[in-house]
């Protein structure tokens, strides 16, 4: 079964740092790229973080951009996003999902993690 | 960065109706549209990519069309477990911009 599971989430205060993990199974990690999506609390879906299959491709969304990383170990079937200078508007549920090799739609999706940004 | 425009916000429908949403690219995204549906408390679910093709285990009663800039999904009978939010996704430029969404009332 193809499966994400996130981990990570917490409650931080602003000005912190956090690392999200997901982890991967059910298919071969190395193969795909993967993205991280947000969803704020009431509000929409928010495209965060994308890396290629290899690694060595990343793209963000600019209100994250010099903040967040997104990294991969496809030894270890885990997508990571580290997050730094977290502000009280990256409050979400953090999402990682895989995107499909040909038209990049997400295909399979972790359950989320929650974070919050607050004093 | 390509917006993405979904319209309506919310549409009210009945089961068995047959109900159509659009969504309107900033400029052309080639084709590189999906269309998720969202549950309350779960993770979006892919239905289309590609524009227009069915993902795998979707019910047919889902389909979308649309090219250039203009796109739209259609349910073509509703049925009680459809009554949730829908959001579109262009995945031809980053970033992946999605749109508001749209929520189907009962």
């Known amino acids: 079964e193809v499966q994400l599971v996130e981990s990570g989430g917490d409650l931080v205060q602003p000005g912190g740092s956090l690392r999200l993990s997901c982890a991967a199974s059910g298919f071969t990690f190395s193969s795909y790229s993967m993205t991280w999506v947000r969803q704020a609390p009431g509000k929409g879906l928010e495209w965060v973080a994308n890396?290629?299959?290899?690694?060595?491709?990343?793209y963000y969304v600019d209100s994250v951009k010099g903040r967040f990383t997104i990294s991969r170990d496809n030894a270890q079937n885990s997508l990571y996003l580290q997050m730094n200078s977290l502000r009280a508007e990256d409050t979400a549920v953090y999402s990682c999902?895989?995107?499909?090799?040909?038209?990049?739609?997400?295909?399979?999706w972790g359950q989320g993690t929650l974070v919050t940004v607050s004093s | 960065d390509i917006r993405m425009t979904q319209s309506p916000s919310s549409l009210s429908a009945s089961v068995g109706d047959r109900v159509t949403f659009t969504c309107r690219a900033s400029q052309a995204v080639n084709g590189y549209i999906s269309w998720y549906q969202q549950r309350p408390g779960k993770a979006p679910k892919l239905l289309i990519y590609?524009?227009?093709a069915l993902e795998y285990g979707v019910p047919p009663r889902f389909s979308g069309s649309g090219s250039g800039t203009d796109f739209s999904l259609t349910i073509s009978s509703l049925q009680p477990e459809d009554f949730v939010t829908y959001y579109c996704?262009?995945?031809?430029?980053?970033?992946?911009?999605f749109g508001q969404g749209t929520e189907l009332q009962i």
């Open positions: 996704q262009q995945t031809y430029s980053v970033p992946y911009t």
């Open positions: 590609a524009a227009s």
């Open positions: 999902a895989r995107a499909g090799q040909t038209w990049r739609a997400l295909n399979t």
């Open positions: 890396i290629n299959h290899d690694g060595f491709e990343k």
